[in-house]
């Protein structure tokens, strides 16, 4: 019988969960972190990412929706390694939003 064939990506809600900085302190250290501001869902980036949408993430990237963390973020979350984020992988990034304390 012929084997069927795995997917070869999991659909992107089924990798959308909660990480502690701590874990994703180092994919901001290798440049691949990127922060996902209100009103834009991480789902959301993380689908036009996956999809190659330049448009719609230059025009994100340009408002700040989505930017790379700022040096005050940094900061503040190495003070507090086990704050959790809401968190998805689009390899060779990493998407996330702070979740409220």
């Known amino acids: 019988m012929p084997e069927s064939k795995k ?3 999991e659909p992107l ?3 959308l969960g909660h990480a502690e900085w701590s874990i994703l302190r ?3 250290q ?3 972190l990127f922060v996902v501001s209100p009103p834009l869902s991480v789902l959301e980036a993380a689908r036009a990412v996956a999809q190659d949408d330049t ?3 230059s025009k994100w990237l340009s408002s700040g929706r989505l930017a790379r963390p700022s ?3 940094l900061q503040a979350w190495d003070a507090t390694p086990s704050r959790t984020f809401e ?3 689009v390899a060779p990034y990493v998407l996330m939003r ?3 304390s």
Request: proline share 8%; charged share 30%.
């Open 7 to 9: 997917p070869e990506t």
């Open 13 to 15: 809600e089924s990798t």
């Open 26 to 28: 180092p994919h901001s």
């Open 30 to 32: 290798r440049g691949a």
């Open 55 to 57: 448009a719609r993430v």
């Open 71 to 73: 040096l005050e973020q």
């Open 87 to 89: 968190s998805i992988v």
């Open 98 to 100: 702070e979740l409220d």
